[in-house]
């Protein structure tokens, strides 16, 4: 049976509640409002006592009232141990670990937990303007923004010396399979290969294929350098906490050569430029944005004009990504983690080119310029959503094991 948490946009109603941050509340399932409403299958009462109670136990586990045994009949331990390291990794703010608390999918079958990986866009450094060295030694025993214990799901495994001590075994494991021999490097330039053609070729591109390649060599330096800040961390010469890390950065891998809005930025409103074509400009919509047309050429008729305006706000948004995760194979039901109001109301998805999600191109197709953005657009591998998803990859593959 799967259920949800919160995935909604900017304001959402769920966002950052006591059932999002998947805390025990009380015992009526209308408390759960975000997590219920959001199933996408059906729930039934029996579904909904029993999910309650596992949040009970986790969440009593995390404030000292129940033992591992306990906690172990609610969660599987291994399993979200290996989501959080992989996610932990791809530095990924716009999460359940970051300031809003949404985006993720919650699994749960016979009362036991876990987590499904869910909305990568903003993962590598790009929800909010963060410095790249910070983010790079982003510390791995302190993944949350605010309140540890606010977060149970992740909380627990800070709450024993030995779950902690899974999670750096299993996150040692991690490094090694996939910086050990460059594996994660070559899987990206496999990628990069594989897709390039038709980046280059691309008439809608928001950036040049000089930047899209950019974009590219920059993700493998932040994956490397984030490689070498983790296993300091592991070893120990390397806080791995935000107060060590405040007390002390003389250690910190320096990360001052990569500027993580090559790999893409986030607008947050209020303005922020998006590059320097005047007539393109940002705006926040649900965890994902969208641009405005480009300025009409010469001779462009108004009312072409307003059609390509209305086709761009009411164009599909990256299918793949809104799409909910298939449900493992022994999943019963399942449920999406965002509130699902919110969800519907605005898609999750890097910007919209103009004419939706078909990208055919027009009668008339834009000018260079207005087909070439500076590095500071969203998302330097919008043209090459597989690049900078390359998380989730990653984790499939990690799963597999």
């Known amino acids: 049976m799967d259920f949800g948490g919160f995935g ?4 959402g109603s769920g ?34 006592k029993r999910l309650i109670a ?20 609610v969660v599987d331990v291994e399993k979200v141990i290996r989501y959080f390291v992989v996610h932990d990794f791809l530095c990924n703010g716009d999460s359940y670990t970051g300031s809003m608390i949404h985006n993720h999918y919650l699994y749960e079958k016979d009362g036991v937990m876990e987590m499904i990986p869910w909305d990568y866009n903003l993962a590598f450094g790009g929800f909010g303007g963060v410095e790249a060295t910070s983010e790079v030694n982003s510390p791995i025993d302190s993944p949350v923004d605010g309140d540890m214990t606010d977060r149970p799901m992740v909380a627990w495994i800070f709450a024993n010396e030995e779950y902690t001590a899974l999670y750096h075994q299993l996150y040692q494991e991690f490094i090694d399979k996939w910086f050990g021999d460059g594996e994660l490097e070559q899987l990206i330039s496999d990628t990069v290969s594989l897709i390039s053609p038709y980046v280059e070729k691309d008439p809608t591109s928001f950036v040049s294929y000089e930047d899209f390649l950019t974009g590219t060599e920059t993700l493998k330096s932040f994956c ?19 107060e060590g890390q405040n007390t002390d950065s003389s250690s910190l891998v320096d990360a001052s050569s990569i500027n993580l809005s090559d790999m893409g930025s986030q607008n947050t409103g209020g303005g922020q430029d998006f590059g320097t074509t005047p007539d393109r ?48 194979d022994d999943t019963d039901t399942a449920a999406d983690s965002s509130s699902e109001n919110t ?46 998803l390359i998380g989730l990859l990653i984790a499939g593959l990690y799963k597999k094991r």
């Open 8 to 11: 909604g946009g900017l304001g």
């Open 15 to 48: 966002m950052g509640s006591s059932d999002t941050k998947l805390r025990y509340i009380d015992d009526d399932p209308e408390s759960y409002s975000n997590i219920f409403s959001s199933a996408k299958t059906d729930v039934t009462e029996a579904d909904e």
């Open 54 to 73: 596992s949040l009970k136990t986790l969440t009593e586990y995390v404030d000292g009232e129940a033992d591992e045994s306990e906690l172990e009949s």
């Open 224 to 242: 490397n350098l984030r490689a070498e800040s983790v296993s300091g961390q592991l070893d120990g010469t390397i806080p791995s906490t935000s």
């Open 281 to 328: 400009t940002g705006t926040s919509s649900d965890s994902g944005f969208s641009f405005s047309p480009p300025r009409k050429p010469d001779g462009e008729s108004d009312s072409a004009q307003a059609e390509t305006q209305d086709s761009t706000q009411s164009g599909t948004q990256d299918n793949t990504q809104n799409a909910p995760p298939e449900k493992p």
């Open 343 to 388: 969800q519907d109301e605005s898609s999750d998805s890097r910007p919209e080119r103009p004419g939706g999600q078909n990208n055919a191109p027009s009668d008339q197709p834009a000018s260079p310029s207005e087909n070439t953005s500076s590095l500071s657009d969203w998302l330097i591998l919008a043209a090459c959503g597989g690049v900078l």
